[in-house]
DNA sequence: CGCTTGACCGGAA
DNA sequence: ATTCCGGCCAAGC
């Protein structure tokens, strides 16, 4: 297939730490779901990007600058990638409020919808 | 240059 | 539920 790289990995990174950066406390977002808010690079094939993207982000985050918070971005099945560093990030997220069952978030609770869905006051039963 | 590893994910055994 | 595999990029040695 074409092995096509990133025209500029600098740039793609960067367009990650922004949508990072949209993460409000107490909330969490997936590697992947950060991959499906960027557009693929014009020069990738749609298809190469949803194979990979996830593993960019990674990458992304593993250079990510101080003032993202990096703590909020985990894996798709709500845990936090095994690394170095991995219960720093995990008491971070206690901190904000997120509490892990089985060294698990509740995704469905807890991630992140995107912008305009800031907070999403839960619509009082009506009876 | 060539190989290895990695903060991923979804689908298949 | 768990383990394995394909995808085929980027960075380090």
New binding site residues.
């Given amino acids: ?1 074409n ?4 025209p500029n ?2 740039t793609y990174y960067a367009q990650v730490w922004s949508h990072v950066r949209q993460v409000p406390p107490g909330k969490v977002v ?3 779901q950060i991959a499906q808010m960027i557009p693929p690079p014009a020069d990738i ?1 749609p ?2 990007y949803k ?2 993207s ?6 992304a ?2 250079a ?1 600058p101080a003032n993202v918070p ?1 703590q909020r ?1 985990i ?3 709500g845990k936090i ?3 170095p560093g991995a219960e720093k ?1 995990r008491h971070l997220l206690e901190e904000e409020g997120i509490p892990f069952v089985k060294d698990k978030v509740d995704l469905n609770r807890f991630q992140w919808r995107g912008p305009g869905h800031e907070d999403e006051p839960r619509q009082a039963s009506l009876f």
């Fill in positions: 297939m092995y096509t790289p990133l990995p600098q997936t590697y992947g094939d298809q190469d194979a990979f996830p593993r960019w982000v990674g990458e985050m593993a990510s990096w971005v894996n798709a099945q990638s095994q690394r990030q």
